[in-house]
């Protein structure tokens, strides 16, 4: 499922591929892609707007377009946007909307499972510096916490967020994305354990130090993982159809049996909130009582 790193890496090559472009048409094949709105009006309004943007917000690809509306594309767990020149073939069988622009190219949204979603917002609704208030009730835009790569994520933000949330486990925490957006399953393992914390732990019972590091480690490992272009375990690809190499760098994620890179104690898998799980025997220590 892209998280964060993959979404941002399908933003910006869009950037470079559709801003500029003019929409002519837009064509679902799949009746949920636009709900609640049908397709026929998402095709209305998106007609003779021009894309002035791309961007992320959280796992959302937003297009920013003239007059103030945003569409916004949630790719869920196997969402694609690919990039077709004019007169290019139409694509895998999978295409569940197309967006046409004016000069014959297109953008194609292709979906394996159908979970993807595609929908129209004011953008104000989902700029960077904005809680999740807003919109509820709406699934594509309802867990906008903080951006954890914007200025507004502070050490002592972090801190506050962690002393209102005291009693909950850290690594469900992080996964919470009306807290902090954008954070998945792999980013969070990856950062608990350069930050060394056990993804049971409570998020009131991290030291000031600890709290510091996992700062640090969320922005370091979400870097790390948009400029090795995401990660693909199994069908991620970006927009150009490439797959990512964060993959290759994962210290936890996957690595059940292994040494621990920093101490050669043994990677452990466990299940968390439902959610498989890896940490270091040794350095990511089980908190007491557990
Ligand atoms: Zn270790």
Redo the contacts with the bound molecule.
């Keep these: 499922m892209p998280e964060l790193p993959e979404v941002e890496t399908i933003a910006r090559q869009l950037r470079g591929m559709v801003v500029g472009r003019t929409v002519s048409g837009f064509h679902a094949d799949w009746h949920k892609l636009t709900e609640p709105d049908p397709a026929s009006l998402i095709a209305q309004r998106l007609g003779g707007r021009r894309i002035e943007a791309v961007r992320r917000r959280g796992k959302l690809v937003v297009f920013e377009l003239d007059a103030g509306e945003a569409l916004v594309v949630s790719l869920r767990m196997t969402g694609k946007l690919l990039f077709r020149e004019p007169g290019a073939p139409d694509g895998d069988r999978f295409v569940r909307g197309t967006i046409a622009f004016a000069d014959g190219s297109a953008l194609a949204f292709s979906d394996i499972r159908k979970f993807g979603r595609m929908s129209l917002v004011t953008s104000a609704d989902i700029s960077p510096d904005r809680g999740a208030a807003r919109g509820a009730g709406r699934d594509l835009y309802r867990s906008l916490g903080m951006e954890p790569l914007s200025r507004g994520f502070t050490l002592a933000w972090f801190r506050a967020f962690l002393a209102r949330r005291a009693r909950g486990a850290i690594k469900p925490l992080l996964l919470d994305g009306r807290g902090i957006a954008g954070i998945g399953n792999i980013y969070a393992i990856e950062a608990l354990?350069r930050a060394?914390i056990h993804p049971l732990r409570t998020a009131g019972s991290l030291t000031s130090d600890e709290a510091a590091r996992l700062h640090e480690a969320l922005r370091w490992v979400l870097r790390k993982g948009i400029r090795f272009g995401g990660s693909s375990l199994t069908d991620y690809v970006d927009a150009k159809g490439q797959r990512g190499r964060m993959q290759r760098e994962f210290e936890a994620y996957g690595r059940a049996g292994e040494p621990?890179?920093?101490?050669?104690?043994e990677?452990r898998r466990t299940v968390v909130g439902g959610r498989g799980t890896f940490h270091?025997?040794?350095?990511?220590r089980v908190p007491r009582g557990r």
């Design positions: 354990w060394r621990c890179s920093r101490c050669g104690a990677i270091c025997a040794r350095c990511q």
